[in-house]
């Protein structure tokens, strides 16, 4: 595993590498000591981006990871920052086999017998939160949704809407007051947001979710069908204890659909559940009045779970990262990867996602398939993923996004071998199709979008009851029933958005810390929160929810 020195500017990642990561800042003329001989640095080169190691001629190979990540464009001095104009997107394609992958486990002695506080269900599965859900299954319910939301919410003691956390009322004197723009400019319209469980009617209920969307009707039927699935294992989440369900009633996603989702993952689904359908109501008032008070039954139900003791093998950490730069894959994503390996180890589940930033590692990814067939399920995923992309005029080398490639991610299979990190290096023991859910002990694979929310919201519906997502930029996101924390890859970050950040990997880079340790302090973060202590994303009410339509998104 790779070793940073404390105050070393530069990283080679892998001893194959002929790209050099620049820690901080590198001056042009510098003279930069490697294994190999020293190199005369040609032009700046900003911390996080990449310089090459030797000379380059169009058509060679850029590695990085021990792995190609692309090839040269035009000729490239030793010391040339790497960059989008010089090189270009190139993988060594898929082709491998499964093979006999030896895994040597991490230590876990230091966690064996460790449990945590969860919500045990009646499947055998536990949650780190229980939640109620008010879902609609199709977009023209929102606005009664939103209702539903603005009744039931504050009145509850589930504190104020995000809306509410900025009050206009100082402005609006200050205006009245005759103050000036300037003046305006600094009266301050935060207001925090008031969230005390003991105002709470029902304490064992730690929110009630309400997860609009706009999906439902209108596209392709098979849209539908697979929110109907998507929905299904947010029903059947150990995170979630039962839900009100508004439906119109000649939408295309049907009731009957939805409950034949839910029969195909749990046939004895026990919790409560509720069905309202608008066009067979005297009123949308009686529709809504119906719903409300479904809802408050619902919530006595559920307020009578009580949280127990559960091993850490009943946790299944979803895996996830946006807003990558280039320090990412090597000190975020690791430590993340590092914290999966011990779970692994503990027996407990981890789902990996975003199979266009799996791009270029494919190889790898296949020989720790412990199956044939997963592997060549896996192979066949992602030749469907990426041919749809390319049927549409796009590839997964457009997939680094202008701050990824701003940051020093220029190519995607760049991108994807640091972001693979966040899987550590277990075998891989099940590939999964979106809203398939993860029911092996051990490393699952899911196929989901590069996107944070639609993958984020993917890994929930596969079960996930606790989310880590690394961050290099920035992103304020979070999920509606899996708390989601968030570590930093850069200490910079870590300091200029306290509010969004849980861990800070930073320390990795700086040489404060390694990799190994990093992820166990994370480790005993993710048990912190499964107990429920809640992650900057929850405080902050981050509850994004975005169905995948199984268009093309990277």
């Given at each position: ?28 003329g510098m003279e930069v000591a490697l294994p190999g001989g020293k190199v005369v640095l040609q ?222 993952l749990d046939p004895a689904f026990s919790k409560p559940l509720y069905f309202h359908e608008q ?276």
């Amino acid at each position: 595993m790779q070793s940073i020195t404390q105050g070393a500017p530069i990283l080679r990642v892998h001893p194959e590498d002929n790209l050099i990561v620049a820690l901080q800042d590198l001056s042009a003329g510098m003279e930069v000591a490697l294994p190999g001989g020293k190199v005369v640095l040609q032009e700046t080169i900003p911390a996080k981006h990449k310089f090459a190691e030797v000379d380059f001629q169009p058509g060679d190979a850029i590695y990085m990871y021990g792995i190609t990540v692309g090839v040269a464009t035009q000729a490239i001095a030793a010391g040339s920052r790497i960059t989008i104009d010089n090189i270009s997107h190139h993988t060594d394609g898929v082709d491998a086999e499964a093979g006999a992958f030896q895994w040597q486990a991490p230590d876990v002695s230091a966690f064996e017998g460790r449990t945590f506080e969860g919500f045990h269900r009646a499947d055998g599965q536990v949650g780190t939160r229980n939640y109620w859900l008010v879902i609609p299954l199709v977009f023209c319910e929102n606005r009664n949704i939103e209702v539903i939301k603005d009744t039931m919410l504050e009145a509850l003691g589930y504190g104020v809407k995000p809306a509410d956390r900025f009050d206009l009322s100082k402005m609006i004197d200050a205006y009245r007051s005759g103050a000036s723009e300037e003046d305006l400019l600094n009266v301050s319209v935060h207001h925090p947001a008031q969230d005390s469980e003991a105002d709470r009617v029902f304490p064992q209920v730690d929110g009630i979710k309400f997860l609009t969307h706009d999906g439902g009707c209108g596209g392709i039927r098979q849209d539908s069908d697979t929110l109907c699935r998507l929905l299904a294992g947010y029903l059947t989440h150990p995170n979630v204890a039962g839900a009100t369900i508004l439906s119109l009633g000649c939408q295309n996603a049907q009731i009957p659909i939805l409950k034949d989702a839910l029969a195909k993952l749990d046939p004895a689904f026990s919790k409560p559940l509720y069905f309202h359908e608008q066009q067979q109501s005297r009123s949308e008032v009686a529709f809504i009045e119906a719903a409300i008070r479904t809802t408050f039954v619902g919530l006595t139900e559920a307020n009578k779970a009580e949280r127990a003791p559960a091993p850490l093998s009943k946790l299944t950490l979803g895996l996830e990262c946006g807003g990558s730069d280039g320090f990412s894959g090597i000190s975020a994503n690791p430590a993340l990867g590092y914290a999966s390996d011990l779970l692994v180890a503990l027996k407990a589940r981890v789902i990996l996602a975003e199979f266009p930033e799996l791009n270029g590692v494919e190889p790898e990814i296949v020989k720790r398939c412990q199956t044939a067939d997963s592997a060549e399920r896996f192979k066949q995923l992602m030749k469907d993923y990426a041919a749809a992309a390319v049927a549409v005029g796009s590839g997964f080398d457009m997939n680094p996004s202008p701050g990824n490639i701003k940051d020093g991610l220029v190519t995607d299979a760049m991108k994807s071998a640091g972001a693979a990190k966040k899987g550590g290096t277990s075998p891989v023991v099940d590939i999964l199709d979106y809203t398939e859910p993860a029911r092996q002990s051990g490393l699952n694979l899911l196929c989901t979008p590069g996107n944070d929310v639609e993958s984020t919201t993917g890994l929930a519906g596969s079960w996930a009851n606790v989310m880590v997502f690394t961050t290099g930029l920035g992103t304020p996101t979070g999920n509606p029933i899996a708390p989601v924390v968030k570590m930093s890859s850069n200490t910079s970050l870590a300091e200029r958005m306290p509010d969004i950040i849980d861990v800070n990997a930073g320390q990795i880079i700086t040489g404060e810390a390694t990799i190994e340790s990093l992820g166990t302090q994370l480790l005993e973060r993710i048990i912190e929160v499964a107990n429920g202590d809640r992650t900057r994303a929850e405080i902050l009410g981050q509850d994004d929810f975005i169905p995948w339509k199984r268009g093309i998104s990277l």
